[in-house]
C-alpha cells in the first residue's frame, strides 16, 4: 500500500484525507450557529437550505482507488471554473510503490522505457511526486490519459540533463505532501519538498499561478510544452526575456491510443502564452537528449511510440531563470486557445485584468461554482452527507467545457477555424457519448437550458464538419470512436425532452434521421474496430436487414451494439414524434424492439439473456451470462436490463412480473442474501459501471417499486461517501456523479429521448431541482421506503412523473418509513409506462 496511514471513509474524512477539512468544519460550525437561532424563531432548523454548497465540496473525492480496486475515479483537485476551457492543475508521476500495483505500468514504464500518466486526469492521491502543473486535463476518464498539456514546474535545482531522458522524472519532479495541500473549487495549493509553495486559480480560457520560491536557492521555471499527458506529435516553445512572456504550441491526440493504432494520431493544437511578473535572468532549452543553455526556443515532440506510449528520450521545453531577490513570490499569468497565439493572448487580456490579483480571480470561480451549485438545493444537516451531494453535483459541471474563444472562434472538426453562430454562446468539446448519455446531459439540462442548448448545437456543428458522423467520443477538435452505440441521437433527443430546444433542433434531426437510414463509408467499414469503429451506426445495413447486429459487423460486439441501437432508434422515436414526424415517429418506434431479435430463451438451461447471433441467424456459441468480457465492458446478466424503455415488453420475455423480480433479485444478491453492487463476479450488478447503472429501477416495470428503493438506497451507502475513495470506479466525465446527483434526490431519468422520471426514496428533508420541489417526512437513516405520495396536493400511487416538470412547477410530498409499501406502484397504470410499436396500436 502506498500510505502509512489510513484513509477515513465511513465518518467523514481524516485531515489527512481532506486538506479542506478545517475550513469547512469552521464553516460548519457557523452553520450550526444558524440553525440554533432557526430554531428560536417561525422557521425549524430541519429547512434550512444549504445556501453556501460550494464550502462542502471536497475536490479530492474520487482521486484514490477503492477498496482493494487499485483504480481512481479519476477526477482532479485543479482550479476550474464550470465547464472551463483551462484546468490548472498537477500531473503527478509514478514512483516504485505505484509500479508495484499494475504489472502493465510497470512494463510499459520500466521494461519499454515509456511515460505514461500516473492517473487519466493527471492526479493520483497515493502519488507522491509531481512533474509539473498542466494546463488543461479531462475529469474522471477511463482511458489512461487526455490533454494534460504544457505542465509548468517550478524548479529549484540545477539543469543536470534534459528532462525528456530523466527516468521516471526522478530528478525533474518534486516531493509533496498531502499536510501541505488543499484544494476547493477554483483553487488549488500544494508546498512541494523543495520549498515552493504552488497557488492555482483560472478563469473561464485563462489561469493564475502564484509560485513562492525559498531565499538562497534557484529560481527556475520548466516549461515542459511536448509533455501532453499521451505525448505530442509537435511542440513550439519560444521566450521572450525583455517581455517576460513565454508562447508556444502544442499538437496532440492520441485518446487510448494503447489500445489500437488508430488513435495514434494528433487531431488538436493548443496555443498558450505565459507571462511573469518578475525578471527573466537566464534562459535554456531541451530538444530530446540535447540540453542548449542560453537559447530561447525549442521545438519537437515526444511522439507517441510504437504502442501509443510517449517513449523516454523525445520531446522539448524551455527553462528561465527568475529574479526573486527582491518577492520570491512569482505570479504567472496563463491564456490557452485552440486556435491561434493571437486568440490565446486575447482570451487573457478579456478575461484577467493586468493587475488582478489570484485572491481576486479565486474568489470570482467560487463564486461562479456557488452558481452552479445552487442550481440544486437541499436540506440536510449531515456534514458528510452534504460533502458527498455537492461534490458529486461538482464533478457532474466540468464537462462538456468551453472549447471557442472570447471572439467565437473554435478548431472545427474539419481542421479549419470557425465561429459560433447567432444565438450559440460558446462552442463545447469533450463529449463522452457511452457515458454521459444517460443522466449527465440531462442534469446539465435541469440546471441550464440555454447552456445545454449550447452543448446540443456544438455536436451538430462537430458532425456537419465531419462528412455528418455524429462521433460517440469527442476530445477536443477530433473524432475518436471510443465505446459503442449511438449516443448523440439520445443526446440531442434528451436535450431537446428536458426543455433545450435553442438550437437547430429540425436540421439535428435531419441529419440524425439521415444517419439512421443511409450506410456510410464508416458504417460499413471495419475501420479502427473494436475499440474505435469509426461508424455512427455500426454496420447499419445489418440493422436493416437483418434487424440486430451479428457477431460478424463491424462493431465492437454484436450482441451490446444491438441493445445500443435499440435506446438509439426509441430515442430518434421521440424527438420524431416531438417534431411531428409521425411515419419516422412509428418507424423508429418498431426499429427499437429489434432487441428482440437477440433474446435467447433458452440461452443456459433455465434462463434467458441477450445473446449475440451470427449472422446467419443462429446462436454465438461459447455463451457464459457471467463473462464479463462478452459484451462492452459488461457481461450478459448484467446487459440484460439495458431495455430501460419497455420494461413491460422485457418482463413478457422472462415469464411475467414475479420471475423478472426475481431475476433481479439474484443479480443484486447472492443466494445468503447478501448485496453485490460492485466488482464482484460478472453474473451480479456493478452500479460502478454503465452496463448495471439503470438496472435498479427496473424492478418498477414489476410492481415492486419497494425493491428499486431499498437497492437505490444501498447503493448510495455502500459505495458512495466523502473520503478520496468515495466514488466506485472511473467518474466518466461526471456521468457517475450525475448518477449520485439524481439518486439521492430520489429520481432518475431512465428513458433515452423522453424527461419522464422514475422515482425512489429521497436522501434529504428538502430539495430543489429545475421545477421540481420535494419535501420529504419521515426522513431517518432506516427510512427507505416511499409510504405515501402527493404530486402537486394530489395523492398518487405512481412510481414516475411525466415530462410535464419540464414546463410547469412540480411539488412532490414524500412519506417514508422504515416499512416497505408493498401496494405502492403495484398496479399497472401506476407502473412507469413502456413503449413498442404494439403498445402503440393498442393505445387509445
Known amino acids: 500500500m502506498a500510505h502509512a496511514q489510513p484513509v477515513v471513509r465511513d465518518r467523514g474524512l481524516s485531515k489527512r484525507s481532506d486538506p479542506t477539512l478545517a475550513w469547512r468544519t469552521a464553516f460548519l460550525v457557523v ?32 482521486t484514490e482507488g477503492a477498496r482493494s480496486h487499485r483504480q481512481a475515479a479519476n477526477t482532479v483537485p485543479g482550479a476550474v ?27 510499459w514504464v520500466v521494461e519499454k522505457k515509456g511515460r505514461l500518466p500516473v492517473s487519466a486526469g493527471g492526479y493520483n492521491y497515493a502519488a507522491s511526486r509531481v512533474k509539473g502543473f498542466s494546463l488543461t486535463r479531462l475529469s474522471g476518464t477511463g482511458c489512461l490519459g487526455a490533454s494534460g498539456d504544457v505542465p509548468l514546474l517550478p524548479f529549484t535545482s540545477e539543469i543536470e540533463h534534459s528532462p525528456d531522458s530523466d527516468f521516471m522524472d526522478a530528478y525533474y519532479s518534486s516531493g509533496f505532501s498531502h499536510n501541505d495541500e488543499q484544494a476547493r473549487p477554483g483553487y488549488y495549493q ?13 478563469t473561464e480560457r ?33 521566450v521572450n526575456v525583455e517581455d517576460g512572456e513565454i508562447t508556444g504550441s502544442v499538437t496532440s491526440g492520441n485518446f487510448c491510443g494503447y489500445l489500437g493504432e488508430h488513435n495514434r494520431r494528433s487531431y488538436y493544437t493548443l496555443h498558450f502564452v505565459l507571462r511573469v511578473d518578475m525578471p527573466i535572468t537566464g534562459v535554456g532549452s531541451w530538444e530530446d537528449d540535447a540540453v542548449t543553455p542560453n537559447t530561447n ?9 510504437e504502442a501509443g506510449v510517449p517513449p523516454l528520450g523525445r520531446g522539448s521545453g524551455v527553462w528561465v531563470d527568475l529574479d526573486t531577490s527582491e518577492n520570491q513570490a512569482v505570479t504567472l499569468r496563463a491564456g490557452i486557445s485552440y486556435v491561434s497565439l493571437e486568440n490565446a493572448r486575447l482570451n487573457l487580456a478579456q478575461e484577467q485584468g493586468a493587475d488582478e490579483s489570484l485572491e481576486s480571480i479565486s474568489a470570482k470561480a467560487y463564486e461562479a461554482w456557488n452558481d452552479t451549485l445552487k442550481g440544486v438545493r437541499i436540506v440536510a444537516d449531515n456534514h458528510e452527507q452534504i460533502t458527498t451531494f455537492y461534490t458529486a453535483l461538482y464533478h457532474s459541471q466540468f464537462h462538456p467545457n468551453v472549447f471557442s474563444d472570447v471572439n467565437g472562434e473554435y478548431s472545427g472538426f474539419d481542421g479549419n477555424t470557425h465561429a459560433t453562430g447567432e444565438g450559440q454562446g460558446a462552442q463545447y468539446a469533450n463529449f463522452s457519448g457511452w457515458d454521459v448519455y444517460r443522466s449527465q446531459l440531462q442534469l446539465i439540462t435541469m440546471l441550464d437550458q440555454d447552456r445545454a442548448s449550447d452543448i446540443a448545437q456544438s455536436l451538430f456543428n462537430q458532425a456537419s464538419q465531419y462528412g455528418g458522423v455524429w462521433d460517440r467520443w469527442t476530445h477536443n477538435s477530433g473524432a475518436t470512436g471510443v465505446m459503442s452505440g449511438d449516443p448523440a441521437t439520445i443526446a440531442i433527443a434528451n436535450f431537446v425532452a428536458f426543455g433545450a430546444d435553442r438550437f437547430d433542433v429540425e436540421g439535428a434531426y435531419r441529419s440524425l434521421e439521415k444517419a439512421a437510414t443511409t450506410p456510410t463509408a464508416y458504417d460499413l467499414s471495419d475501420e479502427g474496430c473494436p475499440v474505435f469503429c469509426r461508424g455512427q451506426r455500426p454496420s447499419l445495413d445489418q440493422w436493416l436487414s437483418l434487424n440486430y447486429i451479428s457477431d460478424q459487423s463491424n462493431s465492437w460486439e454484436g450482441a451490446s451494439e444491438t441493445l445500443e441501437q435499440s435506446s438509439a432508434d426509441f430515442a430518434l422515436s421521440q424527438l420524431a414524434e416531438r417534431l411531428g414526424q409521425t411515419a419516422s415517429h412509428r418507424q423508429f418506434l418498431e ?14 438451461e433455465n434462463k434467458g439473456y441477450i445473446q449475440g447471433r451470427n449472422s446467419d441467424g443462429s446462436w454465438k456459441g461459447d455463451f457464459d451470462s457471467a463473462n464479463g468480457g462478452l459484451f462492452v465492458e459488461g457481461s450478459p446478466a448484467q446487459y440484460l436490463w439495458m431495455v430501460p424503455f419497455d420494461g413491460l415488453g422485457l418482463a413478457e420475455k422472462l415469464g411475467g412480473d414475479e420471475a423478472m423480480s426475481a431475476r433481479l433479485d439474484g443479480f443484486f444478491h447472492k443466494p445468503d442474501g447478501s448485496w453485490v453492487l460492485f466488482r464482484d463476479s460478472a453474473e451480479y450488478a456493478d452500479v460502478s459501471n454503465q452496463p448495471s447503472i439503470n438496472s435498479p429501477w427496473m424492478y418498477l416495470f414489476t410492481g415492486e417499486a419497494h425493491k428499486t428503493q431499498a437497492t437505490v438506497s444501498e447503493t448510495l451507502k455502500q459505495l458512495w461517501h466523502a473520503g478520496t475513495t468515495g466514488i466506485p470506479g472511473q467518474d466518466d466525465l461526471g456521468q457517475m456523479s450525475s448518477w449520485y446527483v439524481f439518486s439521492s434526490l430520489g429520481l432518475y431519468p431512465l428513458y433515452p429521448g423522453r424527461s419522464d422520471l422514475v422515482l425512489s426514496s429521497p436522501s434529504f428533508s428538502d430539495a430543489k431541482i429545475g421545477n421540481i420541489t420535494i419535501r420529504t417526512q419521515g426522513l431517518s437513516g432506516d427510512s427507505n421506503h416511499i409510504q405515501s405520495l402527493k404530486v402537486n396536493g394530489r395523492i398518487s400511487s405512481r412510481s414516475w412523473i411525466d415530462e410535464s416538470h419540464v414546463r410547469q412547477t412540480v411539488v412532490l410530498d414524500f412519506e417514508l418509513s422504515g416499512e416497505p409499501n408493498r401496494s405502492w406502484g ?16 393498442k393505445a387509445p
Open 31 to 62: 452553520v450550526g450557529l444558524v440553525l440554533m437561532l432557526a430554531c428560536a424563531g417561525d422557521e425549524p432548523a430541519s429547512r434550512a437550505w444549504v445556501d453556501d454548497p460550494a464550502s462542502f465540496v471536497s475536490p479530492f473525492i474520487g
Open 591 to 604: 426499429r427499437s424492439g429489434f432487441w428482440k431479435n437477440l433474446f435467447n430463451p433458452n440461452a443456459t
Open 190 to 202: 500544494v508546498r512541494l519538498a523543495n520549498g515552493v509553495n504552488v497557488e492555482l486559480s483560472a
Open 826 to 841: 403495484k398496479l399497472i397504470e401506476d407502473r412507469p409506462p413502456s413503449f413498442s410499436v404494439s403498445r402503440l396500436e
Open 297 to 305: 526556443q525549442a521545438e519537437g515532440g515526444t511522439t507517441y511510440g
Open 206 to 238: 485563462t489561469g493564475i499561478a502564484r509560485f513562492t520560491y525559498p531565499e538562497d536557492s534557484p529560481s527556475r521555471l520548466l516549461v515542459r510544452t511536448s509533455y501532453s499527458q499521451l505525448g505530442s506529435s509537435e511542440a513550439v516553445t519560444k
Open 81 to 107: 471554473m464550470p465547464y472551463g476551457m483551462l484546468s490548472f492543475g498537477p500531473e503527478h508521476v509514478y514512483t516504485e510503490d505505484l509500479l508495484a500495483e499494475s504489472d502493465r505500468s510497470r512494463e
